[in-house]
């Protein structure tokens, strides 16, 4: 872990409030030039040449920012990096420009094989090392600085030795990245492994945090599931307000993978987060809904 002066960090402008762009959406906002500040993008989605969603991103990204958000860096595998999967990835932000690139801190592969979730990572000394060395690698490759995301998790590791905000704040401090802070990941595992949220919020680097992340869950049994297939609900609009009032009018984009609605209805849900910027701070209590987590 990192300790003594921290210093500023240079961050990338900021883009306001922005939503996921999905394929449900692309004739809307071509027709409708909706008021969206900016819009995310799902890399692996348009790293191919050609084809109808590059045709859309490169009509869209004419009106609007975008920012390209990955699933696939497994950055924290013991594979070696996927140096094929980050040419292409290079190759789409030359073409692209974004904004910035992020993914999470989590693995997704090992052996080849990949698992096609986001998994999380044992918080050690060794793991930091590792995932740490490897993103500057990619950084290097990338000639950018890049955003790493917080992932929900519904387990835990014999082998970790820190908490995972801890473990977030000093892969950012060793590896000169970014922060991308899933304020919705953040709640799922706090009521997955029984601690508060806000604490969570205290003791990560502001300095460091480019964007946030909004979204819904679902519950199952005991556990949160992460499933961006509803809306953001109370407790997480909630945990917003008080990142807000932490780190200021950080960059915030709602995610939405399933059951899309229509887009007025996250534009309104985007509104709601614009309207929150500049209401009063007042602290409230938030407390786990559950207190469960398996330990392999």
């Known amino acids: 872990m990192v300790s003594g002066v921290i210093l500023p960090v240079m961050t990338y402008p900021p883009l306001g409030f922005g939503l996921g762009l999905r394929v449900p959406h692309f ?3 071509l027709q409708h030039k909706p008021p969206v500040d900016w819009f995310e993008v799902l890399s692996e989605n348009y790293m191919v040449a050609g084809g109808k969603p590059r045709y859309y991103l490169n009509r869209i ?22 140096f094929d999967y980050l040419r292409k990835l290079k190759t789409l932000a030359n073409e692209v420009q ?13 052996h080849n094989i990949n698992s096609h979730d986001l998994l999380p990572l044992p918080y050690n000394e060794a793991t930091l090392k590792h995932v740490a060395e490897r993103i500057r690698q990619v950084q290097d490759f990338l000639g950018r600085r890049i955003l790493m995301e917080n992932v929900s998790s519904y ?9 995972e905000w801890e473990f977030l704040t000093a892969i950012a401090e060793q590896a000169d990245c970014l922060i991308l802070l899933d304020i919705n990941n ?17 003791h990560i680097n502001a300095s460091r945090v480019q964007q946030f992340h909004l ?4 519950r199952q ?6 499933t961006h297939d509803q809306p953001v609900p109370d407790p997480v609009w909630a945990l917003y307000t008080q990142a807000l009032a932490q780190f200021g009018p950080v960059t915030t984009m709602i995610e939405r993978d399933d059951n899309i609605p229509a887009f007025d209805e996250l534009l309104g849900e985007l509104n709601q ?3 929150l910027v500049h209401k009063p701070f007042a602290k409230t209590e938030q407390h786990p809904e559950s207190h469960h987590a398996d330990t392999p």
């Open 27 to 29: 004739e809307h906002v």
């Open 61 to 82: 990204r004419e009106h609007y920012p975008v920012a390209m958000h990955g699933v696939s860096l497994s950055i924290g595998s013991t594979d070696p990096l996927d």
């Open 98 to 110: 974004p904004a910035w690139i992020s993914d999470h801190l989590c693995w997704t592969s090992c």
């Open 155 to 163: 387990l835990t590791y014999r082998a970790s030795e820190m908490t």
């Open 186 to 202: 953040i709640y799922v595992s706090a009521c997955n492994h029984g601690f508060q949220p806000e604490y969570y919020l205290q």
């Open 215 to 218: 979204a819904g869950h679902t």
């Open 221 to 226: 049994g005991d556990f949160l599931i992460d």
């Open 273 to 275: 987060a614009r309207s």
